[in-house]
């Protein structure tokens, strides 16, 4: 009998490939002791960087493990919930519903907004772009990645030498893929609402250019289409070579130089929030940043992140409030509320440091310490239920409700140019 239930164990630890992502809520000193040591196991998938007893910390788990972990959180009391059930299963489905698409795209000759795309799919859709409002759009290439992708840039303009500008960037962390189609779905709305003349967009081209990266980290998002598996399709960070041979990737937004080497970064290559080795000496985020410097005269700097619904402003390096905080704070809540109007969803707001946790190297505060004073990062849909996988169907209304929070910091960042 008890070989017969071992054999049946280890069939069961085969067969059923499911990860499953723990939402745990630690309650003390003691419970974060234990987490920060569960942290060190590489097998684990921390989904959130903060490790606090005033937020909840999910966590992918792999099949094998699973049930060593909620050993060991039920036997030290740390209260914890089963977020997602079956991880595989929600990737499977992403895996097949693109796919689908992607024949149909093809066979229409369509894009369908409702649908995650791959960077090709991405680079071709640019181009349609252009090509059917080539007045105010145009496709700039800003370098290459570290595996020789191009980086492009679309660059909305109606004319003039440098005129103020705002910066929109989506993708750094690869798996993040709902940033990218609201990145996509919001281009396509600029152009369509310059072209229909809809408020504000032209009083904002008139005065000012857009800047949208849409694919920030293309080596990445090339890596996380590889497979439907969680270690291809969770990957965040770039795909670099580092000093240790095992681990890959530098944390692209621990990279920049502001505070580089702080707290609130890794300086071990195997960490998720692994810093890089030197401030910009990632190629990603050295040709932004050569962009912006080189230009001189970008008002705002917007970042796509998720996901936990957060519109924040810097630091996220410090607890001390940057000079325009209370100007900053409240163009967030006005628009989160924007955002709210249209579904309901709910944004908390405030400065990186205080709503995630200090993560130093971040490009806010870079952009900020340029004195692009309008600087932002959104952290998309959803709170946890789906976390990173967030289903298709939700893209488009993800990308209505941002657009109004986007178009409300771009409206105000024109005002005051
Ligand atoms: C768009 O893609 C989604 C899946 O991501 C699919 O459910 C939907 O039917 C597609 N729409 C069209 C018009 O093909
Ligand atoms: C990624 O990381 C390495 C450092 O480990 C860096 O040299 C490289 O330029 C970065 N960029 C990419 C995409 O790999
Ligand atoms: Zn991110």
Request: charged content about 20%; hydrophobic content about 40%; overall charge neutral.
């Amino acid at each position: 009998m008890r070989l017969f239930l071992a054999v049946f164990t280890l069939l069961l630890a085969v067969y059923c490939k499911g990860d499953q992502v723990l939402r745990i809520h630690a309650e003390t000193e003691g419970h974060l002791e234990v987490l920060n040591e569960l942290k060190q196991n590489r097998g684990l998938d921390f989904w959130t960087h903060g490790m606090s007893t005033h937020l909840p910390i999910d966590v992918r788990v792999p099949h094998l493990s699973l049930y060593a972990v909620k050993y060991l959180l039920t036997a030290n009391k740390i209260p914890f919930t089963v977020m997602i059930n079956n991880v595989q299963e929600l990737l499977e489905k992403e895996k097949e519903e693109m796919m689908s698409n992607a024949a149909m795209e093809r066979k229409t000759k369509s894009f369908n907004f409702t649908a995650y795309h791959t960077l090709d799919e991405i680079n071709s859709w640019m181009d349609t772009l252009v090509a059917s409002h080539s007045k105010v759009v145009s496709k700039v290439q800003i370098g290459n990645s570290y595996e020789n992708r191009p980086l492009y840039a679309l660059k909305f303009s109606t004319g003039g030498e440098n005129k103020p500008a705002i910066w929109i960037d989506a993708g750094i962390h690869s798996r993040e893929w709902i940033s990218h189609a609201t990145a996509v779905w919001i281009a396509n709305q600029i152009a369509t609402d310059y072209a229909s003349e809809r408020a504000p967009v032209p009083k904002i081209l008139g005065k000012m250019d857009i800047y949208m990266l849409i694919v920030a980290n293309p080596d990445g998002y090339v890596f996380t289409h590889k497979s439907s598996s969680p270690f291809y399709r969770l990957w965040r960070k770039n795909r670099s070579v580092t000093s240790d041979p095992k681990c890959f990737g530098v944390d692209l937004n621990r990279n920049w130089d502001a505070a580089f080497g702080g707290p609130g970064a890794s300086e071990k290559p195997c960490d998720e929030d692994y810093r890089g080795p030197s401030a910009n000496s990632e190629i990603e985020v050295k040709n932004i940043a050569k962009l912006i410097e080189s230009h001189g005269n970008f008002k705002s700097f917007i970042t796509l992140h998720s996901y936990k619904q957060l519109l924040m402003y810097p630091y996220s390096n410090t607890g001390t409030n940057p000079p325009d905080q209370v100007e900053l704070d409240t163009i967030a809540v006005s628009a989160s509320k924007a955002l709210s109007s249209w579904h309901g969803t709910v944004y908390t707001v405030g400065s990186i440091f205080n709503t995630i946790e200090q993560a130093s190297g971040s490009s806010v505060d870079w952009a900020y310490n340029r004195g692009i004073k309008y600087s932002f990062a959104f952290e998309l849909r959803d709170t946890g239920k789906y976390g990173f996988l967030l289903p298709a169907d939700q893209i488009v209304s993800t990308s209505r409700e941002t657009w109004l929070a986007i178009k409300y910091i771009m409206e105000y960042a024109c005002d005051k140019s």
